[in-house]
């Protein structure tokens, strides 16, 4: 009796976890509609796992300068009020977080939290340090919080133009926020900023397959429902953490 051949194994599946701009901006909708999350928590959200990675990226027992000195951008879009929120809890957890952010929103929870900003004593500069005063002012390192994957406004326009020309040649540690500033949502850009960290929200963007530093993704609040939906296969977070790194 001649037995039949074992059939081959099932591949595994394949773990999607890359989205691409209009997903995002779908699973942002259904988050702020279908389940009811409001605009504010999410931003408070996302901002609070971005100052707890940069935390693990960059202890405070391993920064180099005397003060543990953080410039933060933000841009006008949501992406800069995450950059407020993540300047606010790093100054409780021991940071000194300068915030540069030329361009405010009108948007009254944008306001709400550069008030919280202002009131916590976070410093605002009215304009950007020179690449050479970025050293030389003792910053330890830049969190890029300028051009997120919801903003449609070019990089080269004014000051984003200028302020990405100048964080490009800084030779200090930066961490973005998403994506980094200059870069396509779905396709990494050699114009973009170059970041040492990414912290990616919710779901890593297309663009991130051609990050090569280290990456976190803080996005553990996700319904299943929407993971499943979206065919997400994101990985686990380890313990009660909020982020993991990818």
């Known amino acids: 009796i001649n037995n039949p051949s074992p059939p081959p194994p099932t591949p595994p599946p394949v773990q999607r976890t890359l989205i691409l701009k209009l997903e995002a901006a779908a699973i942002e909708t259904e988050l702020l509609t279908d389940y009811c999350f409001g605009r504010q928590q999410l931003v408070?959200?996302?901002?609070?796992?971005?100052?707890?990675a940069i935390a693990r990226a960059f202890p405070?027992?391993?920064?180099?300068?005397?003060?543990?000195?953080?410039?933060?951008?933000?841009?006008?879009?949501?992406?800069?009020?995450?950059?407020l929120v993540c300047a606010r809890h790093l100054h409780i957890f021991g940071y000194e977080p300068t915030i540069f952010y030329p361009k405010r929103s009108s948007h009254?929870?944008?306001?709400?939290?550069?008030?919280?900003?202002?009131?916590?004593?976070?410093?605002?500069?009215?304009?950007l340090p020179t690449e050479v005063q970025l050293i030389n002012d003792a910053y330890n390192l830049v969190i890029d919080a300028i051009l997120g994957p919801e903003t449609?406004?070019?990089?080269?326009?004014?000051?984003?133009?200028?302020?990405?020309?100048?964080?490009?040649?800084?030779?200090?540690?930066?961490?973005?926020?998403?994506i980094p500033s200059g870069w396509d949502v779905e396709e990494a850009n050699a114009d973009g900023l170059r970041p040492e960290v990414l912290i990616s929200l919710?779901?890593?963007?297309?663009c991130a397959a051609?990050?090569?530093?280290?990456?976190?993704?803080?996005?553990?609040?996700?319904p299943y429902d929407?993971?499943?939906k979206y065919e997400l296969n994101l990985p686990q977070y380890p313990g009660t953490d909020c982020l993991t790194q990818l």
């Not at 027992?61 to 410039?71: C, E, G, I, N, Y």
């Not at 900003?117 to 605002?124: A, Q, R, W």
């Not at 984003?160 to 200090?172: A, D, E, F, H």
């Open 210 to 222: 051609a990050f090569t530093g280290r990456h976190f993704l803080a996005g553990r609040f996700l």
């Open 226 to 228: 929407i993971q499943k």
């Open 108 to 127: 009254p929870l944008h306001q709400d939290f550069t008030v919280q900003c202002e009131k916590m004593d976070i410093p605002f500069l009215s304009y």
């Open 152 to 178: 449609d406004l070019s990089p080269e326009k004014e000051p984003y133009g200028s302020i990405l020309l100048t964080l490009k040649q800084v030779k200090i540690p930066m961490a973005s926020v998403d």
């Open 44 to 52: 408070e959200t996302w901002g609070h796992a971005c100052a707890i």
């Open 60 to 83: 405070l027992s391993s920064l180099s300068k005397k003060q543990p000195t953080v410039l933060v951008v933000c841009g006008p879009e949501q992406n800069g009020a995450v950059g």
């Open 202 to 206: 919710t779901a890593p963007k297309k």
